[in-house]
């Protein structure tokens, strides 16, 4: 922050200078230039203005290939209209989010402009520390500047996001295999998979995006699961990845003749009235360490589930973190084995959870 601070004061001083006719700036060697681009990427677009010499110095920099990263997210969405009978307003169509923080924005829109992709990108609201820019490209024609579009993001990002929802339609193979493409050479440390029906081709998917890649987190949000068999593939999961949160959101489950189910509260990842605590408990028996549920139905864990877990988790020889929406259990919080076990319902129902947590990790966040 020091640095930042300096280096600005630095340009403030030399666009002062400019101002009386001179530009000493032009005299710092290439290295330097670019040291004060590094860190102060908002200051690009002034320094861009004060003689063309830097503005061609300025150029260089923001068109080369860049190893740090100036994109959060990117969000592929696979939507398909609800009603079939408009889907030709998506067909053959993607749309992309990218959010950038506020600071590199400068920086992002100029390597855009440089390179001037036939994609047109619009600013879709601005944060007040970050921007989300969409892109609507065509699956056909504009292939080929995917390949631009990645040149001015970097290959390195935070998360990418697969937005996966439609109401009749199947899984865009399609534009699975253009995203799964467009993403091979992209370093990214979290996933993240939003999709209204969790299918067997949806999770293989996954699978194969998550191949050989030590990512620091998975996420699964989801509503309705169709998976042949649910529990084996979380189980799958948790033999690949340390950290998985899965949120359930809530699905408009009735019967036939129009009645909700009776037990809509004990439902989570396609199934009802389910005791998930064993599978949670060999989870974290596997390769994963911290395992996050979020659940609308926040009653599906019943009291004899919640002490099957802090009963065993702790002793699993392992430092973890878990912690499970529940709604069936009383106020506590003690130490058992290194291990933090805490119930807290001074909160409401709907953000009560179960925690079992290592010492070592109290001052981890999600």
Sequence with gaps: MEDTAILTSDIN????KHD???TPIEGLPCELLWEIFNKTPESISNIRLISRAMKSAADKFILRRISSRIVDNITFHFERCFWKEFDYLTEGRMRISINVDNRFKNLFELRYKLRQPSIQMERWFNRHDEL????DFHLVEDKDQLKILEEIMGRHIGKVVLMIYGGYAEFDEEKASIVYSFIQDVHFKNLECKCYDLSEDIFTY???IMDNRNLSNLILDVDEVRLNDPVACLLRLSSLQKSITITQNNVDYRSE?????EDITLFFFGKKRFNWAPTFVEMMKRTCETLIIKSEYYSFLRKNHADLLREQLPQLNKKIWFRSSCHSYKAMEYMENEHVVKYDKSVKYYDRFLSVKHLSRLDERH
Excluded at 13 to 16: K, N
Excluded at 257 to 261: E, K, Q, T, V
């Design 13 to 16: 001083a030399i666009e002062a």
């Design 20 to 22: 009386a006719g001179s």
């Design 206 to 208: 996954v699978l194969s």
């Design 257 to 261: 003749d129009g009645a909700y189910h």
């Design 132 to 135: 989300e820019y969409w892109l």
